[in-house]
C-alpha cells in the first residue's frame, strides 16, 4: 500500500506551502521504492506510473492490428468479456526486452483505432491502521441494497461475504479491507459483497483487475460500489465505470492521500462517480487529502476506529475511510428513493464557504459515523 504520509506523526493543522511540497515528495519517493522493491513485476508506464510489467490491454482492436501486433511479438494472451458489462479487452505479452512504453507507442501505430492502455496499479488511499483501545459506536443495521467493496478482503472474523478474489492469492485477509468492511458494517450496511483486487500479488490492484471485480459486483446485484483506491487514468477502467452508471449503479471513490499538489485521482475524476474526501474530528479538511475534478462530499476521515484483519481494535486515518460511510448513506437513500441525490444532499451539513466548494463538496456526510 502506498501512504504518502507514511512515517508522519503528529497532529496536522493546516496546509501550508512546505508541507504540500513535502508531501508531493514524499509521496514520489514512495512510488520509486515501491517500483524497485517489485521490479520484476511492476515497471513504469510512457506516464511514469506504475503498472504490471509487460502486458498491455486493448479495446476495440481489429483482426488487421491484432496481426500486426503480433507480427511485432507482442503475443495474445487472451480475449474476454468483462462480466455484467459487455466491454470486451485484448491482453497482450510484451516480447523479452520490450518495455512497456516502448509497447505502448508501437500498439498505437500499429493499432491507430484501438483503445491501449497499461495495466495501471491502484493503491489503498488510507494510512496504515495503529492499534488503540476504543470501541466504535455501532449503528443500527437496516435492510438496504447490497453494498459492492473493491479493496483487499476483510478479516474472516467479520463474518461471510459473498466474496470473490481477482488478484494471485485473493481473498485473502487485510488490514485496509478489513476496516472498509468495518466501516460498512458501523455504518448499518447488511449486504456487503466484496472483491479482492490485491490478494498476495505485487502487482495487484490493477485497471483490469478492478474492472472485473466492478463487473462482477454489477451482475451480483449491487446498487452501490465504494472503491477507496487510487491510480492514474486509465480507459479500461473508464469505460468499466460508465459502463456500471448506465446500469444505474453508484460508483462511490476516494480523492486519495496525496495532497492538494498531487494529479487528480481516479477513479474518483471520472465523470458519474462520487468523489469524496475527508475531515477530522474537528470537521477540518484532512491535510494529505488529494483532490479529483469535482468533490461531492466530505465525510469523517480521522478520529476513526475500526478492526484491522487480526481483529484489534485500530485508530484509522486517510480519504479511504470516509468513502464507505457516504457509500453506507447513499445505500440507505435508495432505500427510500430512486433519487439518492436530493436524501443525501438533504442531510449533508454545509462547511467551509456556502454552497458547494472544492475542499468539502456538497457538504459533510456521515458526521459522528465510526467515532468514540
Avoid at 506504475?50 to 503475443?75: H, K, N, T, V
Avoid at 512504453?101 to 498505437?108: C, G
Avoid at 459483497?193 to 490485491?198: E, L, M, S
Amino acid at each position: 500500500m502506498l501512504d504518502p504520509l507514511e512515517g508522519v506523526t503528529g497532529a496536522i493543522d493546516e496546509v501550508t506551502a512546505d508541507s504540500v511540497r513535502d508531501l508531493l515528495r514524499l509521496q514520489q519517493r514512495t512510488l520509486a521504492r515501491f517500483v524497485r522493491q517489485n521490479r520484476q513485476s511492476v515497471e513504469l508506464d510512457r506516464s511514469g506510473q506504475p503498472a504490471r510489467r509487460g502486458e498491455l490491454l486493448l479495446m476495440d482492436l481489429d483482426d488487421a492490428s491484432a496481426a500486426a501486433l503480433a507480427s511485432e511479438g507482442l503475443r495474445l494472451l487472451g480475449r474476454e468479456e468483462i462480466e455484467g458489462l459487455d466491454i470486451a479487452v485484448t491482453r497482450l505479452a510484451l516480447p523479452s526486452g520490450m518495455s512497456l512504453p516502448d509497447a505502448q507507442e508501437l500498439a498505437a501505430r500499429l493499432a491507430p483505432a484501438a483503445v491501449v492502455a497499461p495495466d495501471n496499479l491502484h493503491f489503498q488511499s488510507g494510512s496504515a491502521p495503529i492499534a488503540v483501545l476504543q470501541r466504535a459506536a455501532a449503528a443500527r443495521a437496516q435492510p438496504g441494497p447490497a453494498v459492492g467493496m473493491i479493496d483487499g478482503a476483510p478479516a474472516d472474523s467479520q463474518g461471510t461475504f459473498v466474496s470473490r478474489g481477482f488478484a494471485t492469492g485473493a481473498p485473502t485477509p487485510s488490514n485496509h479491507g478489513s476496516a472498509i468492511v468495518h466501516l460498512l458494517q458501523q455504518a448499518g450496511v447488511r449486504d456487503i459483497r466484496v472483491a479482492d483486487v490485491y490478494g498476495t500479488d505485487p502487482a495487484g490492484g490493477g485497471a483490469l483487475a478492478i474492472a472485473r471485480a466492478l463487473g462482477w459486483l454489477v451482475a451480483g446485484g449491487s446498487r452501490v460500489v465504494t472503491i477507496s483506491l487510487v491510480g492514474p487514468r486509465n480507459p479500461v477502467l473508464e469505460r468499466a465505470v460508465t459502463a456500471a452508471g448506465r446500469r444505474g449503479v453508484v460508483v462511490v471513490a476516494a480523492v486519495g492521500n496525496n495532497g492538494p499538489a498531487a494529479p487528480p485521482a481516479y477513479p474518483a475524476s471520472y465523470p458519474g462517480v462520487v468523489a469524496v474526501t475527508g475531515v477530522d474530528g474537528r470537521n477540518r479538511a484532512l491535510l494529505e487529502a488529494g483532490r479529483a475534478l469535482h468533490l461531492d462530499y466530505a465525510a469523517p476521515g480521522a478520529d476513526l476506529f475500526g478492526r484491522d484483519a487480526r481483529g484489534r481494535r485500530v485508530r484509522l486515518r486517510g480519504t479511504s475511510y470516509a468513502t464507505p460511510l457516504v457509500a453506507a448513506r447513499i445505500a440507505a437513500a435508495l432505500r427510500q428513493s430512486a433519487n439518492w441525490r436530493r436524501t443525501v444532499d438533504e442531510e449533508a451539513r454545509d462547511l467551509g464557504a456556502p454552497g458547494p466548494d472544492a475542499s468539502f463538496g456538497r457538504g459533510l456526510v456521515c458526521g459522528t459515523c465510526g467515532r468514540s
